[in-house]
């Protein structure tokens, strides 16, 4: 399917486990961004990548890690999740200089 | 990044015209006034954007202040679709595309 999915839509997971979300997108975007929405806090960008193999760190890239060996794949880990990152988590990609089109969200919940 | 400033909600009666502001006062001349909105359990998505002068699309318009340092979304017949909350972002011109989100506008439409 065209545009840009997420999975999983939901996932609930035990603190200290590894969690993967994906975010894939099929309009060959340069840019890819994640993003978690917590309430109170509004959208604040983790992390971002401007082309295959390069990424920087948003506002709040602590306890994250990605990677982007492809360029419509963006995948997020949380490498030992903890309960404050219990969110929800977008991805969204772009073209240079237009603008960011996002995916449907997974919602996170860390017990 | 230059900061935008947004009333934290806002009403309006449907079918009514609905302008919505934002101040910018910081703003740099190569920074583009974007508008996003995210509809309730959805990922945002873009409105509108413009440098200096007035924009119209099919979704909304943008008035910009002459100094800049202001600007405006209007929607022109608002619906109960449209209750949504719209972030107003500046985002730089030749830069690596990322967006930082504020608290943006709550929109009430009252039917």
């Known amino acids: 399917d065209a545009g840009i999915t997420q999975s999983p839509r939901y996932k609930i997971t035990e603190t200290g486990r590894q969690v993967t979300l994906m975010c894939h997108q099929t309009w060959s975007h340069s840019y890819m961004f994640w993003y978690r929405q917590d309430l109170g806090h509004g959208l604040r960008l983790i992390y971002y990548s401007a082309a295959a193999d390069i990424t920087d760190k948003g506002e709040v890239p602590d306890g994250y890690v990605v990677s982007r060996s492809k360029t419509e794949n963006f995948p997020l880990t949380l490498e030992s999740a903890t309960r404050s990152q219990t969110s929800v988590y977008f991805c969204?990609?772009?073209?240079?200089?237009?603008?960011?089109?996002f995916g449907p969200g997974t919602r996170l919940t860390v017990l | 990044d230059a900061k935008t400033t947004q009333p934290n909600s806002m009403e309006s009666n449907e079918e009514e015209p609905v302008h919505l502001p934002c101040n910018h006062s910081?703003?740099?001349?190569?920074?583009?006034i974007h508008w996003y909105r995210q509809l309730p359990s959805q990922g945002p998505e873009y409105v509108i954007h413009g440098l200096t002068s007035n924009v119209n699309n099919r979704m909304a318009s943008l008035a910009i202040a002459e100094d800049r340092k202001s600007s405006t979304l209007i929607l022109h017949r608002a619906t109960l679709r449209d209750a949504a909350v719209y972030y107003c972002?500046?985002?730089?011109?030749?830069?690596?595309?990322?967006?930082?989100f504020g608290k943006g506008t709550r929109l009430h439409i009252l039917p």
């Open positions: 969204a990609s772009s073209v240079s200089g237009r603008e960011q089109f």
């Open positions: 972002i500046l985002r730089a011109r030749n830069r690596d595309d990322k967006i930082i």
């Open positions: 910081t703003i740099s001349g190569t920074d583009y």
